[in-house]
């Protein structure tokens, strides 16, 4: 078991790493959302201000809580010279620092949650509008849960996040984020894949043959959202397992939660901003000469390729994060 203080220290070790993908990460997005494929600017028009600003919050919060880490550290192993040693400022639970840090871990998760909410309305709300009313009310309940959360912290002056009267509560809020999460990205994919079955069909219907290597973009989106949300579901659930043992090891974990939900957002769309393949249906002409020069027949094809015009569902600038809508 690791002594708090070395738990801390590895935390911000890894806070700081991931930190710096995230960063890098973010700037290919930052060129996705503002820039057109040429390289010019977008107008206001064109920019997607909702994942702009989703994608500014989403920056924010893990910035000031690495800020907030490296002031606890400071304080712990700089200027505190009271008895105890550094392990004191660390069990100081209702201290602004460790509270502020809660609040940034806790509001991500949040967050990421209630992204996952707005991309599964949009992909079936011509469907059905209401079928992310569940996902939205577990979102709901779990920043409730979040905030007493904080609240019980804010009581704690010689306990960790790990405290008795904590526990049940943050229990709670990482099992209920688990399934919201779960839930979400599952409804998101099960609509992805019914559209993508609609292509099978059509492309059957029409005697279209596509090469079993070759992936649609359906399939693409498909699993580009199982892979990153498996980014962020996998560090919740360690999250979750090591906050159930009371170890010390929860503080490395959470520092991974924190930062995965920028890289799988971030990640979702710069694999969308991708180009698409297109699968084409080629008509072939052949003329011949008649009759055969010395048994042997000439040819001459002209290929006529028309694109195929498969069951949509991302109608949108790759800026949109994977806005999806059917028709």
Request: charged residues 10%; hydrophobic residues 50%.
């Amino acid at each position: 078991m690791l002594s708090l203080p070395a738990a801390q220290l590895i935390s911000i070790f890894i806070s700081c790493f991931l930190y710096g993908i995230y960063i890098v990460t973010l700037g290919m997005t930052g060129k996705i959302l503002l820039t057109l494929p040429n390289g010019q600017w977008r107008t206001r028009s064109e920019i997607n201000w909702i994942v702009v600003v989703v994608c500014f919050a989403l920056f924010v919060n893990p910035t000031l809580d690495i800020i907030l880490a490296m002031i606890l550290i400071m304080e712990a192993f700089v200027f505190y010279t009271g008895p105890g040693g550094p392990i004191q400022v660390f069990l100081h639970g209702s201290a602004w620092q460790t509270v502020a840090k809660t609040f940034c871990v806790g509001m991500q998760m949040v967050m990421g949650d209630a992204i996952l909410i707005w991309r599964c309305w949009l992909i079936w709300r011509s469907k059905s509008r209401f079928i992310a009313v569940f996902p939205a009310l577990c979102c709901i309940a779990d920043f409730i849960l979040h905030v007493r959360l904080l609240d019980l912290l804010n009581k704690e002056t010689q306990a960790l996040v790990t405290a008795a009267e904590i526990e049940p509560w943050a229990k709670a809020f990482w099992i209920l984020g688990i399934c919201t999460n779960t839930i979400t990205t599952t409804l998101i994919v099960l609509r992805i894949w019914i559209v993508e079955r609609q292509n099978l069909e059509l492309r059957a219907t029409t005697d279209i043959t596509v090469h079993q290597h070759m992936e649609t973009t359906l399939g693409r989106a498909m699993r580009n959202i199982i892979e990153s949300g498996m980014i962020y579901t996998a560090s919740s659930i360690l999250e979750y397992t090591l906050y159930t043992t009371q170890g010390t090891l929860v503080f490395p974990a959470s520092a991974m939660v924190i930062h995965s939900v920028g890289i799988a957002f971030n990640l979702i769309i710069i694999r969308s901003a991708k180009q698409p393949q297109e699968y084409s249906l080629g008509t072939s002409i052949k003329f011949s000469t008649n009759p055969p020069i010395a048994g042997i027949r000439t040819t001459t094809s002209v290929v006529t390729v028309t694109p195929m015009q498969l069951s949509r569902i991302c109608t949108r600038q790759p800026s949109s994060g994977l806005i999806l809508h059917t028709h």
